[in-house]
Structure formats: C-alpha cells, structure tokens
C-alpha cells in the first residue's frame, strides 16, 4: 500500500500570503490529484494530474511533484481559500488519500 | 451538470446490513468508472470500493473486501453498495464518486451501533 504523508497537517496564512502543501508518498507514483473539502461540504476535484486546475479553480493555485514528491500551492492567499485539502494516488490499488492539511486564515 | 445523489443511509446494529444507491444522471454514465469513498465523523477520506464502466470488475481495500460488495445498473443509471456484516468502524459519511473522482455525490451517512 502506498502511503500518503500530507504536511503540513495544520496551518495558517495570512490574506496574501504564498502557502505551500505538501504531499510525500512511499512510493513513486505516476501522477496526484488533489481536493478541496470546505466544512459539511464534499470534497471537490481541485488538480488532477499533478498539475491541471479543475474547471473553476482560480489560478493562483498550481500543482507541482513527481515521483514520490507532489506539492500544491497558492500563490497569495484568500479567505475563500480556508478549507482542508487531501491528495490521492491513483496509480496502484489500494488507491489512498493523504490524511489532509487544514488550512485557516490568519 | 453531474449529478450523484446517494441514498439509502441510516442506524443499523452492528452485524446487519445496509444497501447504498447512487444514481447518477449529466454523463453517459456505462461509460465511466464509479467508485464509493467515505469518511468518518472528524476524519479523512478512505477509498471503499471501484467498479469498471461494464461492471466486469471491482475493487476494494482489505478493510472492506469479503464484506461490502459494488455493483451498478447500467440500464437505471444507478451505482450500489451493499453493505455486509457492519461494524461500529463503517460509521462515515458515504460519497458516490465518478471515475477518478472527478464528480462527487452530497454524501449519505451511515451510522452502526446498538
């Protein structure tokens, strides 16, 4: 099973602030995606494919990695941006997610 | 517009059984893969289970295998979950996912306990 390390696992910036996630997997894989999930909402398609924004998804986010090293950031960041955000491999089975990062606003 | 609306959720006691639906509608749903993933109270997200478009194959974690079972309708557009021999640690909010979880349901909440 290939785990997914996300870091950090809690973390807060202010409004214009550059935020960088982390995401380490035990193994190498093909490609990430990543989700937004704001409070009693579910989660939406945020990046697929290490580094393509989900139709809506603003574009001071951006995605990046390859091999066991995958990272999504935000270049200034929003209050809209406040939410938890997982990763997901979907190279081998069993597929995993990341246990998330919780972003808040300082 | 994708739509997943999930149904089907509810209290059970531990050892019964429940029976998820999804049915699905925007897409030529026999085309695409379908997944179920869930979420416990507070916590991530944990894949459950993948089915191919034909429903010829499926997939799922250890922690389920033997015990829950993904099927589809594809003539009613409709994805499903049956759910054997629950225990207290199947409590989660239940999604219906498309393919590579591009599209999402609203979610159905499964609780097991006495």
């Known amino acids: 099973e290939i785990v997914l390390t996300q870091s950090p696992t809690t973390m807060a910036a202010s409004p214009g602030e550059k935020v960088t996630l982390n995401c380490l997997a035990s193994s190498s894989v093909s490609y990430m995606n990543w989700y937004q999930q704001k409070s009693g909402a579910s989660p939406k398609l945020w990046i697929y494919?290490?580094?393509n924004l989900a139709s809506g998804v603003p574009n001071r986010f951006s995605g990046s990695g390859s091999g066991t090293s995958y990272s999504l950031t935000i270049s200034s960041m929003e209050a809209e941006d406040v939410a938890t955000y997982y990763c997901l491999q979907l190279s081998s089975y069993p597929l995993t997610f990341g246990s998330g990062t919780k972003l808040e606003i300082k | 517009e994708v739509q997943l609306v999930e149904t089907g959720g509810g209290l059970v006691q531990p050892g019964r059984s429940l029976k998820l639906s999804c049915v699905a509608s925007?897409?030529?749903?026999?085309?695409?893969?379908m997944s179920w993933t869930r979420q416990a109270p507070g916590k991530g997200l944990e894949w459950v289970a993948s089915?191919?478009?034909?429903?010829?194959?499926?997939y799922y974690p250890d922690s389920v295998k033997g015990r829950f079972t993904i099927s589809r309708d594809n003539a009613q557009n409709t994805l499903y979950l049956q759910m054997n021999s629950l225990r207290s640690e199947d409590t989660a909010t239940y999604y219906c996912t498309r393919a590579h979880f591009d599209y999402w349901g609203q979610g159905v909440m499964v609780t097991v306990s006495s």
């Open positions: 494919g290490t580094s």
């Open positions: 089915i191919t478009n034909s429903g010829g194959s499926t």
């Open positions: 925007g897409f030529t749903f026999n085309n695409y893969w």
